[in-house]
């Protein structure tokens, strides 16, 4: 089955609120080899300003994640886990996420475009706060690959 | 080393503000795959990334991205000054059972405005870039 192009443009409600734990946030840091102690330690966070342990720049894909589920779970996307390559990622920031944060994330599919034999597709995250404020836009890239490949 | 970001006159476009080489192992994938939710075992099974095609086991596009950005950080000073930051994931990163993976990041200044500095990231594993177009955008206030 193609990607299926009426994706664009349709509505997908609010991921369930995501609660940013402190912990969690340390666990990422040491994933992704974050050393600085803005990541770790709440004093270090509280005199740049924050409330909390400040989660590396590249945590906003957790939330994301929670979209790229839900665009799975749809019956005629077309696009299955297996045929998915991801081919570029990028993120728009309005600020950092911090621990105790409240995020929920909203899906668009802002493009569907014929890439050899299956098709590029730009799926877009809007997370906000518990104040319905934008914290950061997460924007992927995936190459679905065709059926006979 | 060149000064701060927020040091007007002090940087310059064509500074190397940051690099370091960070050693991957089968270890690292499975913290980070666990870290992060992504659970495709492409990147801590053999046979499966076999099955599929592919030299080896991978890192995590997502592990590369992230950790070629925290190379930057430190002279940031605060994550919080980057209003943007994309790649392109060019080239996998193999990690081999025994040896794991060096994965090179060089962070260079490419354009300053009265606003941000534009940072381009050089990613690099066994001598093969494995990122594209890797640029971050920070506020210099």
């Known amino acids: ?149 | 080393m060149t000064e701060n970001v927020t040091d007007a006159s002090g940087i310059a476009v064509g500074d190397v503000v940051a690099e370091r080489t960070v050693h991957l192992t089968r270890e690292s994938l499975v913290r980070y795959a666990g870290a992060s939710g992504d659970f495709n075992p492409i990147h801590y099974r053999d046979d499966v990334a076999a099955s599929v095609g592919l030299p080896g086991v991978l890192a995590h596009g997502m592990l590369t991205m992230g950790l070629a950005v925290e190379t930057v950080v430190p002279w940031l000073a605060d994550a919080g000054r980057i209003l943007d930051y994309g790649v392109r994931f060019t080239r996998p990163v193999v990690v081999d059972p025994d040896a794991g993976a060096d994965v090179t990041v060089r962070a260079t200044i490419t354009a300053i405005d009265d606003e941000a500095v534009t940072v381009e990231l050089a990613v690099t594993a066994a001598d093969t870039a494995v990122l594209g177009k890797a640029r971050l955008r920070a506020r210099r206030d």
Request: net charge negative; proline share 8%.
């Open chain 1, 1 to 149: 089955m193609p990607v299926n192009p009426e994706l664009v443009g349709r509505d997908f409600p609010p991921t369930a609120p995501y609660l940013v734990g402190r912990e969690k946030v340390r666990e990422f840091a040491r994933a992704v080899f974050a050393d600085d102690p803005q990541h770790t330690d709440p004093d270090a966070a509280r005199a740049l300003g924050y409330a909390d342990v400040v989660a590396p720049p590249t945590f906003a894909m957790v939330i994301q994640d929670l979209t790229l589920q839900q665009l799975l779970a749809v019956p005629d996307s077309g696009i299955e886990l297996h045929r998915l390559i991801h081919a570029e990622q990028r993120f728009a920031y309005t600020r950092p996420i911090v621990a105790g944060d409240e995020l929920v994330a909203t899906l668009a599919i802002t493009q569907v475009r014929p890439f050899g034999k299956g098709a590029m597709v730009t799926s877009e995250a809007t997370i906000t706060d518990a104040d319905d404020a934008h914290v950061v836009t997460a924007t992927s890239v995936l190459l679905v690959g065709g059926d006979d490949e």
